[in-house]
């Protein structure tokens, strides 16, 4: 099937759908022809989101949701509302999304000896328990429903596997996040549900507009492939890993660093 159509009809869920890469996976997955809820707590941004998909991938019911990942009801209604607003009219089953991101993520950066509780747990709770909450929410409503399949991707960071310097916090939400991601993959493989993980390496995003620019052009230097890289490259993988061209793979992590840290 050409690439360009491999999302024909599903229905996706991406979280942080509204700014870097959650944007770029919400519209590389619209130009495959999926209907995508764009969710966010940031719902200016989400409705950016959708006015784009919109304006370039008309017809396709997107539609744009305010959650907090964080929140296990908040999470929990986003779910129930898109099951709602997507039910089948003529058998009236509920449509749980077969596809989920979970691109929603925060940064809250200090040295480890300077780090207050309130910045680890704020982080923990978002990157990694707002994965656990919608993937968990995701996967009940999709095996409730007996769906014969499901593709859930999170995102990790390549500073999950390697640390880095003034992110205790986040380096460790994101190794917890690939951990999760095997467990669950485990887990949901009998009923078809696949879970996969992509660790993008330094992207540009808003996220990283914030360090600053002589830490940029250090790591830039340290980059095989000499560049920072695009949030569609992550989008890119992520299209691979909701598609079927990807129907033999689970439990996995693709790194998306332009080759920083092999090996
Ligand atoms: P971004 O700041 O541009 O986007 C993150 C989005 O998540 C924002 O729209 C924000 O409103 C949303 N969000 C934050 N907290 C939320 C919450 N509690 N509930 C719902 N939405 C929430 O950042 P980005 O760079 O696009 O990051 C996307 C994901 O990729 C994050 O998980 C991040 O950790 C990960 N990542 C980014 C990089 C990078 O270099 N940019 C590298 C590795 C991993």
Redesign the pocket.
């Known amino acids: 099937m050409a690439a360009s159509s491999r999302l024909i009809s599903r229905l996706t869920l991406v979280?942080?759908g509204?700014?870097?890469?959650?944007r770029a996976v919400c519209q590389r997955f619209a130009s495959e022809g999926a209907s995508v809820v764009v969710?966010?707590?940031?719902e200016e941004?989400a409705n950016q989101t959708l006015e784009l998909l919109s304006r370039d991938h008309k017809g396709q019911g997107h539609l744009a949701l305010g959650?907090?990942?964080?929140s296990k009801d908040s999470v929990e209604k986003l779910v129930t509302s898109i099951q709602v607003k997507f039910m089948c009219l003529s058998c009236f089953l509920a449509a749980p999304p077969s596809v989920c991101v979970n691109?929603?993520?925060?940064?809250q950066d200090e040295f480890l000896l300077k780090m207050e509780e309130d910045e680890f747990d704020k982080v923990i709770e978002?990157?990694l328990k707002?994965t656990f909450l919608v993937t968990q929410a995701v996967s009940k409503a999709l095996v409730s429903a007996g769906a014969v399949k499901g593709s859930i991707i999170t995102?990790?960071?390549?500073?999950g596997k390697v640390g880095n310097i003034g992110q205790v916090n986040?380096s460790a939400s994101?190794a917890g996040v690939e951990g999760l991601t095997r467990t669950a993959a485990k887990e949901l493989s009998k009923f078809g549900i696949r879970c996969n993980c992509v660790?993008?390496?330094?992207?540009t995003?808003?996220?990283?507009d914030k360090v600053p620019e002589k830490v940029i052009d250090k790591l830039t230097a340290v980059i095989p492939m000499g560049r920072m890289g695009e949030?569609a490259e992550v989008a890119d993988a992520c299209a691979f890993l909701a598609s079927d061209d990807s129907r033999y793979i689970t439990g996995i992590s693709i790194e998306v660093a332009g080759g920083l840290f092999i090996g």
Do not use: E, H, Q, W
């Not at 509204?18 to 959650?22: E, R, T």
């Not at 995102?155 to 500073?159: K, P």
């Not at 995003?205 to 990283?208: E, L, N, R, S």
């Open positions: 979280t942080g509204g700014s870097g890469i959650g969710a966010d707590r940031n941004s959650v907090d990942v964080s691109a929603a993520g925060i940064t978002v990157n707002g995102v990790g960071s390549i500073v986040y994101k660790l993008p390496g330094f992207i995003t808003p996220m990283t949030p």
